[in-house]
């Protein structure tokens, strides 16, 4: 039966990679790529880094394909619709590649940014594949370092505090509100950084973009001093070059004074 890989690869730095993600690396015959188009062809370029750093001897086939368009304007009511939609063509392309690009006894491979579990389709997407009944074949999962953990690391810091929760959301949920109970909260796919929203109150922000490759940025510091430094350099970066990837953690101090 066919077999695929879901690797995680870290956040960008090819030192990030687990040993025992270089070991699915070496069992994989066919790497699947998604293009994302010329903007981020950065993302693609690093994946081949990725290979060629641990896979010098070569042996594999790397198999592109563009990723589909996501209806970003999509909100409210409409915002869960469009994603399953967006996963459903995604679903369309694996399928495609798994069938035409992979034979019976070949394994194939999907280098997923981070760790597949948090904040990423491929997962779902293999699973709607293989709902289907169309081509059949056997997964395993490679855990990766993620953006989260990559951006404590490079800030010095924990996730959490001593006995007090933290949470993981996304900058549309950060908008309706700071979560209830929890002063540690780390903030992903945020496109219009709400975090400027809770600028007058007692925080402190680790933001981190490009975490882990040569384009990396890092600020730190309260929030209504690093916030402005922040949005400067957030937007500095996107006209650079196009596309940006963040991720920032906001530490609320109730009992300071």
Known sequence: MRKIHVIGIGAGDPDQLTLQAVRALRATDVFFVLDKGEVKSDLTRLRRDILEAHLPEGGYRVVEARDPERDRGAGGAAYSPAVGDWRSARADIYE???TQELGEDDSGAFLVWGDPALYD??????EEVLA???VAFDHDVVPGISSVSALVARHRTGLNRVA????ITTGRRLAEGFP?????VVVMLDAHQTFRRYAEEDIDIYWGAYIGTPDE???SGPLAEAGPRIEWARAEARERKGWIMDTYLLRRNPGRR
């Open 96 to 98: 495609r590649l798994i």
């Open 121 to 126: 389709s491929t997962l779902g997407v293999l």
């Open 132 to 134: 289907r009944g169309t």
């Open 164 to 167: 007090r929760p933290v949470q």
């Open 180 to 184: 209830e109970g929890v002063d540690d």
């Open 217 to 219: 940025i890092l600020i």
